[in-house]
């Protein structure tokens, strides 16, 4: 049988622990040992601190999603400071494999909520934040019938525009996992309703051998659903891009930031997978995507 990284990081799941600082490692579907290496040598650069800002109103829900099954999932939204979701417009964050709903605004994870209002505070065009839960199938359609892409199109969005939120218009906003989401996502929604997409440390591979296991239901759903050579599909949304040079995934993300006509902003510096990195880029994600929206 051929080794491949794929095979050996599943090999490597059975009977190990080791996960790097932040919760990265074979939880969140990468390769811990460039992550580690950096770790070590102490190239990751400082760690991003939320904002000690009072945040505005966060309320929580559950719906049933039928595009998931038949279960039970949770959400949230953040607006600003005082402000109400009467016609804002809305991002929507996708989050990590291994996290959910409530981890970006959860101040010991991402504290969006607080990065929010330091950046409406600070003359940026209020929005709102929606999250939702979507489990660990990479935010598309899987053979067992599981399609969080759609719970979030066909479901998540008309509970949202019940509320009040303007969600004619969107920006996505993801990391890891969520990075591919919102890639994805934004592609096939297209320049009419998304006006922005940021994606922190996106959850690429070139080939499926590669892929963190769980990931794809086989090659043929790689190929399907992979945005690597698809960057045509952006054309018209501006892209943010953002990813450690110390995370298992930069060479990928270097690779798929290439393959665009125009290069979209952001960039690669000292950083790792992890809640570090993500917090010293989330105020310039947010900002990205609230000023396009």
Do not use: K
Not at 3 to 18: F, K, N, P, S
Not at 204 to 230: H, I, K, N, S
Request: contains cysteine.
């Amino acid at each position: 049988m051929r080794l491949t990284r794929r095979t050996a990081l599943a090999t490597a799941g059975i009977g190990t622990a080791a996960v790097v600082a932040g919760g990265a490692g074979v939880a969140s579907g990468v390769l811990p040992g460039r992550a580690q290496l950096y770790s070590r040598l102490g190239l990751d650069g400082e760690d991003g601190t939320v904002p000690d800002v009072e945040p505005g109103d966060l309320v929580s829900g559950e719906l049933v999603s039928a595009a998931r099954g038949g279960r039970r999932v949770g959400w949230s939204l953040a607006t600003p400071p005082g402000t109400g979701p009467e016609g804002l417009p809305l991002v929507v964050v996708l989050h990590a494999r291994g996290a959910d709903h409530t981890s970006p605004f959860a101040r010991d994870y991402l504290g969006l909520d607080r990065f929010l209002a330091a950046a409406v505070a600070d003359g940026v065009p209020p929005v709102a934040l929606a999250s939702i839960d979507g489990g660990n199938a990479y935010w598309h359609e899987r053979a067992d019938g599981d399609d969080p892409g759609a719970m979030v199109v066909d479901e998540y969005l008309p509970l949202l525009a019940d509320r009040g939120l303007d969600t004619s218009r969107l920006g996505l906003l993801g990391w890891s996992m969520g990075g591919f989401g919102a890639l994805r996502l934004a592609g096939r929604l297209g320049p009419d309703r998304v006006r922005a997409v940021a994606a922190l440390s996106p959850a690429l591979w070139t080939d499926y051998d590669d892929t963190a296991p769980g990931a794809f239901d086989d090659a043929a759903d790689f190929a399907a659903v992979t945005v690597m050579g698809r960057q045509d599909d952006l054309a018209g949304i501006p892209v943010r891009v953002d990813c450690g040079l110390g995370d298992p995934f930069c060479v990928a993300a270097e690779e798929y930031v290439e393959g665009f006509a125009e290069r979209p902003a952001g960039g690669f510096e000292r950083g790792d997978h992890d809640r570090g990195y993500w917090r010293r880029l989330a105020g310039a994600q947010l900002r990205f995507v609230a000023e396009r929206v």
